[in-house]
């Protein structure tokens, strides 16, 4: 029985050993994790530079900017549903495979779509995401009517 009270000892002395070596290593990790923190930032707020992105779209003042195809898409995204904007296109839907390498004439497989307020039509909306080309060229125009934005954006030959 005098052998169990210097093993209980050893035993509450170890544990307090890993417990405060456990405390010491949570907190040195905490500080130089909160260190970094300071030194290089919280990082990017991915939302607020969306938000800069389709805004440097909006931006662009002269009558008839170029746009491409993957900035209509962005405003697309970034105005669906907003009753603040409303967003006319008027694409190419190509009815035929891209087919750069040969010689074929494909100008009669083109069809012109006109969709209104395609930002806030979920049918038109996913037809236009869809089949507007990332590459294609565009025009926009803008203007205000009632506080509410609208742009209309239309293919460029």
Excluded: C
């Excluded at 694409?91 to 006109?114: G, L, M, P």
């Amino acid at each position: 029985m005098d052998e169990s009270a210097p093993m209980r000892a050893i035993m509450i002395g170890a544990s307090v050993f890993v417990t405060i070596a456990t405390i010491t290593g949570v907190l040195a990790y905490y500080s130089s994790a909160k260190d970094l923190v300071n030194v290089i930032g919280t990082g990017t707020d991915i939302g607020a530079e969306y938000a800069n992105y389709v805004e440097n779209i909006l931006l662009k003042t002269e009558d008839n900017v170029e746009i491409r195809g993957t900035d209509v898409i962005n405003l697309l995204n970034y105005f669906y549903m907003d009753e603040k904007a409303k967003i006319d296109v008027t694409y190419i839907r190509q009815d035929h495979s891209f087919e750069e390498y040969t010689n074929v004439d494909t100008s009669d497989k083109q069809t012109v779509i006109k969709s209104y307020n395609t930002n806030l039509d979920e049918k038109l909306y996913n037809q236009a995401i869809n089949l507007i080309v990332p590459t294609q060229k565009f025009t926009m125009k803008k203007s205000t009517n009632n506080d509410v934005l609208v742009v209309e954006i239309s293919y460029k030959i």
